[in-house]
C-alpha cells in the first residue's frame, strides 16, 4: 500500500480523500489542514464519509518527516501561487511523489519558464520525489480526450475544446466574483481575462494536443467576449448579482497552425442562465466538458459529471482528482521525474468496480 497525503481539505481536497480511500493500492495516512477549526477533525467528516481514523493536522513538517510516498496536493494555487509552488517543491524535496492541479504553468511541463521548472527539477535531484500537473480544464477535457477521440476521424480540421458551467455553482466566491469578474462592472478587468492569462493558464493545453498530434503551433491567439446581466438575479449559492454588471464569458485560445486556428480551447461562463443564451449550453444541467472534431466524420462528445448532491462542479472536480489519484501507483513504478498528461497514462479503473468502503 501506497502511503498518501491529502493536503488541502476544500472543493479538490474533500474529493481527494474519499479517491484515496477507494483506490486499492494506496492508504491515507495524513491530511493536512489550514484552517484551525479542522485540526483534529477525522478526514472522513472533512469529506463527507464515515470516519476514516485520520485526524487532520496543520503539522507540515510532522508530516514530511514521516516520509509519505504520495502527497495529493489539494490547496489552491489561483492566488497563492508562490506559496503553493513552494509546498510543493519542499514535499517533492522531502521523497515524494506530488500531484495536483495547482500549478497551471506546469502542465505543459516541457515548455513552462525555467524560473517554475528549475526549481522542481533540482527538487527531484536532490530528493528523488516525482511531480505530475493535471486536472479537468485544464487537463483532461483538453489533453488526453481530445486526442484519444480524434484518433477515430479519418480527416481532422480543428479540434475544439469547450467547458460550458453556470460559475454559481462553483463554490470559490472570491475566485467567481474577483478572478472571473462575475457581478462587477463592466469597466473591471477580471485578472483571469487579461490579456495574455488565458493563454498562460491554456495554452500548454493546446502545445500538449500539438504534441499528441505531430503538429508545430505557430502562435496564440485569444478571444474575449463579456455579457452584462439584463436583470438583476439571485444564485442559491453565492446571492444576488445586480443588472448591468458582468454575467457571462465567452473566450478562446487557439492553436495557430500554418495560418489557421486548428487546437481550440473554449470557456463559456455565466453566472445566471437567463445570461446569453444564444451561446452554447450544455446538453443538460449546470456545465459540461465538450470535445468537438470538426472533419469527416464530424465527432461530438460532451462529459457531464456530478458529486456532493449533483453539481457540477463537484463532479468536475472529482474527475480531476480521479485523473491525479489514479495515476500514484503509476508514478510510484517510474523513476523521479517532472511529468505531464502525455506522460500519465490514462488507465481503466482496475480493481474499483463494485468495490465500496462499507
Not at 240 to 255: I, L, M, S, Y
Not at 287 to 310: K, L, Q, T, Y
Amino acid at each position: 500500500m501506497i502511503a498518501t497525503v491529502v493536503w488541502g481539505t476544500g472543493n479538490v481536497g474533500r474529493a481527494a480523500i474519499r479517491a484515496v480511500e477507494a483506490h486499492p493500492a494506496l492508504k491515507l495516512t495524513a491530511v493536512l489542514v489550514h484552517n484551525p477549526d479542522k485540526v483534529g477533525k477525522d478526514a472522513g467528516a472533512l469529506a463527507g464519509v464515515g470516519d476514516l481514523g485520520v485526524t487532520a493536522t496543520d503539522d507540515v513538517e510532522a508530516v514530511l518527516a514521516a516520509s509519505p510516498r504520495a502527497i495529493v496536493y489539494a490547496a489552491s494555487g489561483d492566488i497563492r501561487f508562490d506559496d503553493a509552488l513552494a509546498d510543493i517543491v519542499r514535499a517533492i524535496r522531502a521523497g515524494a511523489i506530488v500531484v495536483t492541479p495547482a500549478l497551471y504553468p506546469l502542465y505543459d511541463q516541457r515548455n513552462a519558464p525555467p524560473e517554475l521548472r528549475d526549481p522542481v527539477l533540482a527538487a527531484i535531484t536532490d530528493g528523488g520525489g516525482s511531480l505530475f500537473v493535471s486536472g479537468v480544464d485544464p487537463g483532461w477535457g483538453n489533453d488526453v480526450l481530445p486526442l484519444l477521440i480524434s484518433g477515430l476521424g479519418t480527416d481532422v480540421d480543428v479540434i475544439r475544446c469547450q467547458e460550458i458551467f453556470d460559475y454559481s455553482t462553483y463554490e470559490q466566491p472570491d475566485s467567481v466574483r474577483y478572478l472571473v469578474g462575475m457581478g462587477q462592472p463592466m469597466d473591471y478587468d477580471p485578472p483571469m481575462l487579461m490579456t495574455g492569462v488565458p493563454s498562460m493558464v491554456w495554452g500548454g493545453q493546446v502545445r500538449l494536443i500539438a504534441r499528441g498530434l505531430g503538429v508545430e503551433v505557430d502562435e496564440l491567439r485569444e478571444t474575449l467576449h463579456r455579457r452584462p446581466l439584463e436583470e438583476t438575479v439571485s444564485t442559491r449559492t453565492m446571492g444576488e448579482f445586480e443588472k448591468g454588471t458582468q454575467g457571462a464569458v465567452r473566450f478562446e485560445v487557439q492553436g495557430i497552425v500554418d495560418g489557421e486556428p486548428r487546437i481550440v480551447i473554449e470557456h463559456v461562463t455565466r453566472i445566471h442562465p437567463a445570461c446569453a443564451p444564444d451561446w452554447p449550453t450544455p446538453p443538460s444541467g449546470d456545465g459540461a466538458h465538450r470535445v468537438i472534431i470538426e472533419g469527416r466524420p464530424r465527432i461530438e462528445v460532451s462529459v457531464e459529471a456530478s458529486d456532493e448532491g449533483e453539481n457540477r462542479s463537484a463532479g468536475g472536480n472529482a474527475t480531476a482528482v480521479g485523473r491525479l489519484v489514479g495515476a500514484i501507483d503509476w508514478l510510484a513504478d517510474a523513476k523521479p521525474g517532472l511529468y505531464d498528461a502525455l506522460d500519465v497514462p490514462l488507465r481503466p479503473a482496475a480493481g474499483k468496480l463494485g468495490r465500496r468502503r462499507s
